[in-house]
């Protein structure tokens, strides 16, 4: 402690120049991975072992750690650390660094590959938060892919004696999966020593694609909406286990659902959650936006012995689209704020994909109840989409923009007219919050989105927050100014972390527009952070930029864009 306590207090004194070697492509690649996946985190580095002087052999990001000396010639035992699993350490940072919010966290993790040490990865995390457990698996397995990169050169050149000879290893890599499946009551002999282990990862993507397969063939016959819903249904509830499943088909006229297969469990807490609707219509969330799909945590009030009590629920919603068209929303719904597996939420995708252009042709045909007439042709309703498609186009594909085009124009213009800083948020109704969604390309504007996460959706703030100026504008549908950087990051920081923040920006001043469509608030433009308010004049022509893009959106949704 009295080491790190003088090196925190010392002078800051111009280090000598380190040696970093030049990156590798696998190592480069795998910790732009790396800082990508794991959120908060900053920077990363690579020190091999045996250490070699200074040398560093990979660096990305911000590293304040590599100054110093002690970490670049750490030996750790192989007792010391379980293989290629980090730590998080409180290790003091040098020269006193002003950092965003809490101060940073040094991730320490040790390197091996071969039964043997090969290095050392550090990092520079800015969160006091635990890590989830989908960062901590991409964080290990980052490790181990590093660790093979670096050991594939440094073994061949470290090594003074031939390994023994060991009896084959074989690496089997177990998917992740909150529960596992049911074991078949079926004993299989294991292979021979002859035949080739299978790898999990080849079994369950075949069982996956057997699944879609399944799904397809239950199709085939199908020619309305209901029957399409039932099969989907069925399918979901055993990939997912969900407590709720809808499809809304849109009317190809107005700006409603015109048609809703909806089940829910027995139970009476679903039957609760069948009555307090969640938002699946036209002007929903993941109807405006070009995503493959949308997740959020909802709450709703379950009658018991002791009252009413609050029930969070996960929702997992996936626009179906065909013929550049949004023409409806499939919804699943399970109790608790845990969510879906990723491998659950992307084989749910291929499902849904696959019934997607026949929920498009019987929507057309408005095919929503089983026919009357068993002799009809199932071509008269199920056709491709581009078959089957009206046979005028009043806006072409080409000339139509998209939402995400609309509001990236807005962005560009603002940046034209001399507003280096601005983002945008998104309102989710349904969620209840405000989304962060686009931000220019500014080198402030950038230390801002690092710190707050707006482009990657980590920027969130509760819509009927009284604190937060977004907020109040989205929900009073008027212009709103902020003097400082807090009343915008309330409550993601506090008022030091915000403090800190608007240096690192070198400004706090802000104007909220909010985006009106149709009478209601989508989202809003922020002008800022910045050190100087804007003019009159500038707020005038971003409210006329913001207008014209209200119109844009406006036509664009109209028209199912």
Avoid at 156 to 182: G, H, K, S
Avoid at 344 to 356: D, G, K, M, S, W
Avoid at 401 to 416: F, S, W
Avoid at 497 to 523: K, M, N, W, Y
Wanted: net charge negative.
């Amino acid at each position: 402690m009295g080491a790190q306590a003088q090196s925190m207090e010392s002078p800051r004194i111009d280090p000598a120049p380190l040696n970093v070697v030049r990156l590798t492509p696998p190592v480069e690649a795998t910790l732009r991975i790396l800082l990508n996946s794991v959120p908060y985190l900053i920077g990363a580095a690579v020190v091999r072992q045996p250490a070699v002087g200074d040398a560093v052999e990979a660096e990305v990001g911000r590293m304040p750690w590599l100054h110093d000396r002690r970490l670049l010639t750490l030996q750790l035992p192989d007792d010391s650390l379980p293989a290629n699993r980090a730590i998080l350490l409180d290790w003091p940072v040098p020269y006193q660094a002003e950092w965003v919010g809490a101060p940073p966290r040094l991730l320490l993790s040790r390197l091996v590959t071969q039964d043997r040490t090969v290095g050392v990865l550090l990092g520079t995390l800015i969160s006091r938060d635990q890590i989830s457990a989908g960062a901590r698996e991409a964080l290990d397995l980052s490790c181990e892919l590093i660790a093979a990169a670096v050991g594939s050169d440094s073994l061949a050149t470290i090594a003074t004696t031939p390994p023994p000879v060991e009896e084959p290893r074989r690496l089997v890599v177990v998917p992740n999966e909150p529960t596992p499946e049911p074991e078949s009551s079926l004993v299989i002999p294991p292979p021979a020593e002859s035949e080739p282990a299978l790898d999990p990862k080849d079994e369950q993507d075949e069982r996956d694609r057997q699944v879609v397969d399944e799904v397809a063939r239950a199709l085939d016959e199908l020619t309305d909406a209901r029957s399409i819903g039932r099969v989907l249904r069925d399918a979901v509830t055993a990939i997912a286990g969900v407590d709720g499943f809808s499809v809304a088909l849109f009317n190809s006229v107005r700006r409603e659902v015109a048609y809703r297969y909806k089940v829910v469990g027995g139970d009476p807490d679903s039957a609760e959650m069948g009555r307090q609707a969640v938002d699946d219509g036209p002007d929903c969330y993941a109807a405006r936006h070009d995503r493959r799909w949308h997740s959020f945590v909802r709450e709703i009030g379950v009658r018991g012995p002791e009252g009413v009590e609050a029930r969070k629920i996960s929702v997992l919603q996936y626009p179906l689209l065909a013929a550049d068209e949004v023409f409806g929303i499939a919804t699943l719904q399970v109790f608790g704020d845990s969510g879906f597996s990723d491998h659950a939420t992307r084989l749910v995708l291929r499902v849904i994909e696959v019934a997607t252009d026949r929920l498009a042709a019987v929507r057309r045909a408005a095919r929503f109840q089983p026919s009357l007439s068993p002799s009809e042709s199932a071509a008269a309703a199920v056709l491709p989409p581009v078959a089957a498609a009206p046979s005028f186009q009043p806006v072409s594909s080409a000339d139509a923009p998209t939402t995400d085009q609309i509001l990236n124009d807005l962005v560009t213009k603002c940046t034209e007219i001399g507003l280096p800083t601005t983002f945008m948020v998104g309102v989710d109704p349904a969620a209840g919050l405000l989304r962060g969604e686009l931000i220019s390309n500014s080198s402030a504007a950038r230390e801002l989105d690092y710190a707050l996460g707006i482009s990657v959706g980590r920027f969130t703030i509760e819509l009927s927050d009284r604190y937060n100026a977004i907020a109040r504008a989205c929900r009073e549908g008027r212009i709103v100014t902020s003097p400082t950087l807090d009343e915008l990051v309330h409550p993601l920081r506090d008022a030091d972390g915000a403090a800190t923040l608007e240096r690192l920006v070198q400004g706090g001043r802000s104007t909220i527009i909010p985006i009106t469509v149709s009478g209601d608030v989508v989202g809003a433009l922020v002008v800022g952070p910045m050190a100087d308010e804007p003019g009159f004049s500038t707020i005038v022509k971003v409210r006329d930029l913001v207008n014209e893009t209200a119109s844009r959106l406006t036509e664009a949704w109209r028209t199912k864009r």
